[in-house]
């Protein structure tokens, strides 16, 4: 019988790990907190929420919030009403609004559509031909010998934490991710089955936001994303992608994206957790989906004096289970790229969107919560954590949500906790905020679940 360790390699030769991504003690000191003992005012409506139809409860909202929020006839904003604010609106694409957050960017594609979504057109830029083919077999088991030896290292510092018992609260480390060489022996042997050819790398234009199910699927929701293990002097300041390519549509679905005159500053070494954006639609997944990361230093000077971290394509295999948090890592020669994640089985897409508007300078952080997230009770998706004053502020946030499980929206501001609570099929918030929310300014939010239809 094989030993431990050569069932391990013998595993590694599929390249998937599943075992060690969702381990039960892990810290990221910057993730938003549990912000729920701290609610301070937040009432339960007295009367059952209306249920209604699919369409009803948005053109319901729609009407609510432009009774609440009338535009006014000097507003500079591209829409006259909310109903005008919808995602994908072509108001807002003409006029160059860029009032809604948005990581969603427009590049030419290599799909045409048919009537069902799209048509692949035969392309690739997998750099399989530049290498031999008598070197494929070469290429594989150094790479499979390379992701065997991360995995023994990493089972060998779990057992370490292990043993020091149930009061040491040492974090276990996150599990390397199958993280692929610039070129498989797939790719050199011109395979269809390669990485390359099968999530259509070549192609860089974004995922249509308007695709997505109604009906509850495997979606894939993102928490955190940090860089790890490298040596900086700070501040510094890092952009670049970070971007899923899931079965539903091959074309990137944005997580993270900077251009280089928006880069992200990292003040210190010890708060270097990257801020995530939206995904511009919801993250479907049945068994894998790709990662795709290009993320540099901006320098001094142009472009060509800044240095790259990280740049790789890695896929996410979730045969294992699904409603567990994975803690994974895409290791790289200049840094590590740590993700926490989790795929959520039967859930629907969210669209959470938010008006906020200021009379006085304030920091805003609205955070959303989950049942399915709530394995970790200190954990949530950070939706916006920036200051506000004056002007409106409209962003929305795609989030996953299990079907028909609540969904929470925490505003802090100032010390004060305020609380929406949604749930499909239900007409605006059965839970918000009382009056005192207005000391702070004027905020109305709400949620879209299942907006979309493809199939």
Same mark, same amino acid.
């Given at each position: @019988?094989?030993?431990?360790?050569?069932?391990?390699?013998?595993?590694?030769?599929?390249?998937?790990?599943?075992?060690?991504?969702?381990?039960?003690?892990?810290?990221?000191?910057?993730?938003?907190?549990?912000?729920?003992?701290?609610?301070?005012?937040?009432?339960?409506?007295?009367?059952?929420?209306?249920?209604?139809?699919?369409?009803?409860?948005?053109?319901?909202?729609?009407?609510?919030?432009?009774?609440?929020?009338?535009?006014?006839?000097?507003?500079?904003?591209?829409?006259?009403?909310?109903?005008?604010?919808?995602?994908?609106?072509?108001?807002?694409?003409?006029?160059?609004?860029?009032?809604?957050?948005?990581?969603?960017?427009? =590049?030419?594609?290599?799909? &045409?559509?048919?009537?069902?979504?799209?048509? *692949?057109?035969?392309?690739?830029?997998?750099?399989?031909?530049?290498?031999?083919?008598?070197?494929?077999?070469? *290429?594989?088991?150094?790479?499979?010998?390379?992701?065997?030896?991360?995995?023994?290292?990493?089972?060998?510092?779990?057992?370490?934490?292990?043993?020091?018992?149930?009061?040491?609260?040492?974090?276990?480390?996150?599990?390397? @991710?199958?993280?692929?060489?610039?070129?498989?022996?797939?790719?050199?042997?011109?395979?269809?089955?390669?990485?390359?050819?099968?999530?259509?790398?070549?192609?860089?234009?974004?995922?249509?936001?308007?695709?997505?199910?109604? &009906?509850?699927?495997?979606?894939?929701?993102?928490?955190?994303?940090?860089?790890?293990?490298?040596?900086?002097?700070?501040?510094?300041?890092?952009?670049?992608?970070?971007? *899923?390519?899931?079965?539903?549509?091959?074309?990137?679905?944005?997580?993270?994206?900077?251009?280089?005159?928006?880069?992200?500053?990292?003040?210190?070494?010890?708060?270097?957790?990257?801020?995530?954006?939206?995904?511009?639609?919801? @993250?479907?997944?049945?068994?894998?989906?790709?990662?795709?990361?290009?993320?540099?230093?901006?320098?001094?000077?142009? &472009?060509?004096?800044?240095?790259?971290?990280?740049?790789?394509?890695? =896929?996410?295999?979730?045969?294992?289970?699904?409603?567990?948090?994975?803690?994974?890592? *895409?290791?790289?020669?200049?840094?590590?790229?740590?993700?926490?994640?989790?795929?959520?089985?039967?859930?629907?897409?969210?669209?959470?969107?938010?008006?906020?508007?200021?009379?006085?300078?304030?920091?805003?952080?609205?955070?959303?919560?989950?049942?399915?997230?709530?394995?970790?009770?200190?954990?949530?998706?950070?939706?916006?954590?920036?200051?506000?004053?004056?002007?409106?502020?409209?962003?929305?946030?795609?989030?996953?949500?299990?079907?028909?499980?609540?969904?929470?929206?925490?505003?802090?501001?100032?010390?004060?906790?305020?609380?929406?609570?949604?749930?499909?099929?239900?007409?605006?918030?059965?839970?918000?905020?009382?009056?005192?929310?207005?000391?702070?300014?004027?905020?109305?939010?709400?949620?879209?679940?299942?907006?979309?239809?493809?199939?």
């Amino acid at each position: @019988m094989a030993s431990t360790e050569e069932q391990v390699f013998l595993e590694s030769r599929n390249l998937s790990y599943d075992g060690a991504h969702h381990l039960d003690n892990w810290d990221y000191p910057e993730d938003p907190g549990d912000r729920r003992n701290g609610v301070e005012v937040a009432e339960l409506h007295d009367q059952p929420a209306r249920m209604s139809t699919y369409s009803d409860p948005c053109e319901v909202a729609r009407r609510a919030l432009d009774l609440m929020f009338p535009r006014e006839e000097d507003s500079d904003d591209c829409w006259s009403t909310w109903s005008a604010r919808e995602e994908g609106s072509d108001d807002n694409d003409e006029q160059g609004g860029d009032e809604v957050d948005d990581c969603s960017t427009q =590049e030419s594609s290599d799909y &045409e559509d048919d009537g069902n979504c799209h048509v *692949i057109l035969a392309e690739t830029n997998c750099p399989g031909k530049l290498y031999p083919e008598s070197e494929a077999e070469a *290429i594989e088991l150094r790479w499979a010998d390379r992701f065997f030896q991360r995995i023994i290292e990493h089972s060998k510092l779990c057992k370490e934490i292990m043993d020091l018992g149930d009061d040491d609260e040492t974090p276990f480390p996150p599990s390397p @991710m199958k993280v692929f060489p610039e070129a498989t022996a797939l790719c050199i042997l011109g395979a269809k089955s390669c990485h390359h050819r099968v999530y259509r790398t070549h192609d860089t234009s974004t995922t249509p936001s308007t695709l997505g199910y109604r &009906e509850p699927s495997h979606m894939l929701q993102f928490f955190s994303m940090r860089l790890s293990s490298f040596e900086a002097l700070y501040p510094i300041s890092v952009y670049g992608i970070f971007a *899923i390519r899931d079965y539903l549509d091959r074309r990137r679905n944005y997580v993270f994206n900077r251009p280089r005159d928006d880069a992200v500053t990292i003040e210190k070494q010890d708060s270097f957790v990257v801020p995530l954006c939206s995904p511009c639609r919801g @993250m479907y997944v049945s068994d894998k989906a790709l990662v795709e990361v290009d993320l540099w230093v901006k320098k001094e000077g142009d &472009e060509s004096d800044d240095k790259q971290l990280l740049s790789a394509y890695a =896929e996410i295999d979730v045969h294992a289970e699904a409603n567990v948090m994975f803690y994974s890592r *895409i290791s790289g020669d200049n840094c590590n790229l740590d993700l926490k994640y989790k795929v959520l089985s039967e859930s629907v897409e969210a669209v959470i969107q938010v008006y906020a508007k200021v009379d006085h300078p304030h920091h805003v952080r609205f955070t959303a919560f989950s049942t399915g997230y709530d394995d970790y009770p200190h954990r949530g998706v950070v939706l916006f954590d920036d200051k506000l004053f004056g002007h409106e502020k409209i962003f929305q946030h795609i989030v996953a949500v299990k079907a028909n499980e609540e969904l929470h929206v925490f505003l802090e501001v100032n010390g004060s906790v305020f609380q929406w609570t949604f749930q499909d099929e239900h007409v605006g918030a059965v839970i918000s905020p009382d009056d005192s929310v207005f000391e702070y300014g004027q905020f109305f939010v709400r949620v879209i679940f299942a907006p979309k239809d493809c199939q």
